[in-house]
């Protein structure tokens, strides 16, 4: 008997979690609870300056607590990537500098997420030691529609990224 409040609790949990920040599928589901859905939409990332010599070999990542999406490439490999490549995914919401090399970025996770949900968009670099952590942008959703989201890597780190994203209506 003494289990069976903390799987209730459990189970309250995960369904808080899924209505805050759901992947497409159990988006629908969702939408009826919650009028303002947005869904997160990738424009560009561009590299500036590597973290190795050469090509950098990067992923993107959405991470909310409890939940971890390996976003792009969808494959779950890496994308190699030179200095002054700017991925493309969607063009209307890309920021690629003059003189970079634009290239399409190809699909990506779809995420839907809902006003009061955080999480964190994180780009990594893939190395034989460890992976590095080339970029992180925490995100709190908020009712503004639509939010551009536009950062670069701290500067003094040795490499320069720059992610530029949105959240739409979904």
């Known amino acids: 008997m003494g289990t069976i409040p903390s799987r209730i609790a459990a189970v309250t949990a995960a369904l808080t979690l899924a209505t805050a920040f759901t992947p497409p599928a159990h988006a629908a589901a969702t939408a009826a609870a ?15 300056d590597l973290e190795e010599s050469g090509e950098d070999e990067i992923r993107v990542e959405v991470k909310a607590p409890g939940e971890h999406y390996y976003a792009w490439p969808t494959n779950g490999d890496e994308a190699d990537t030179k200095v002054r490549t700017c991925w493309v995914w969607t063009s209307d919401a890309a920021a690629c500098s003059a003189g970079s090399t634009q290239r399409s970025a190809g699909p990506y996770v779809h995420l839907t ?3 009061g949900a955080t999480f964190t968009i994180e780009v990594w670099e893939d190395d034989h030691i460890g992976d590095d952590l080339l970029l992180r942008v925490p995100v709190t959703v908020t009712d503004e529609q639509p939010r551009r989201i536009d950062v670069t890597s701290p500067s003094g780190k040795g490499f320069s990224y720059h992610l530029v994203a949105r959240l739409d209506p979904a």
């Open 34 to 48: 919650d009028p303002a859905p947005l869904k997160l939409v990738f424009g560009s990332l561009q590299a500036d």
């Open 113 to 115: 997420v809902h006003p």
